[in-house]
């Protein structure tokens, strides 16, 4: 599955993995119950919520999105201990190659495996990555129905308007 990314982004969105639907399509978050882009539209990160196939739009307003582990699979839970700490390595690099302003991991428990912080909350987090602060957010799955699509938009707004701040 392909990044979307550039250089010196505002925030950098890194999913978990790429689900099957996302893999066949090439587009992120391509499954319709996935609430990525509703809460990216609905938190004022982009003017008009975008459908997935228009992710290289993302790049005008600063936004990329990239994974934490690149095989797909039908569900995040199919992923072992050792793929999340190599992911979390890989994407290390990448975040110091890239220096967005900003890593925001969707999904609490996959940063905890990522990066070995099992205390991790929702939130920005202590760690940075180079001069990249992180912020952890919820996953946007449908499944994660514990967060509303309004609550999970108030949250990735709060990550917005940090974003902003210089």
């Known amino acids: 599955m392909p990044d979307v990314v550039a250089d010196g982004l505002r925030v950098l969105f890194c999913g978990i993995n790429p689900g099957l639907m996302t893999a066949a399509t090439g587009h992120h978050f391509a499954r319709p119950g996935n609430r990525f882009w509703p809460a990216l539209h609905r938190s004022g990160f982009t003017p008009r919520l975008l459908p997935p196939s228009r992710q290289q739009e993302l790049l005008s307003y600063g936004i990329g999105i990239t994974n934490v582990v690149a095989r797909a699979t039908a569900r995040a839970d199919e992923l072992g201990a050792e793929e999340y700490r190599e992911g979390g390595r890989l994407l290390a690099v990448k975040v110091a ?34 001069g990249t602060r992180v912020w952890v957010l919820p996953n946007p799955s449908g499944l994660n129905a514990h967060w509303t699509p309004a609550t999970l938009a108030e949250e990735f707004a709060r990550l917005r308007e940090a974003a902003e701040e210089r």
């Open 97 to 130: 190659r890239l220096r967005p302003r900003w890593l925001a991991v969707l999904g609490v428990t996959a940063y905890r495996a990522a990066f070995d912080d099992r205390k991790a909350q929702v939130g920005p987090q202590v760690r940075t990555i180079g």
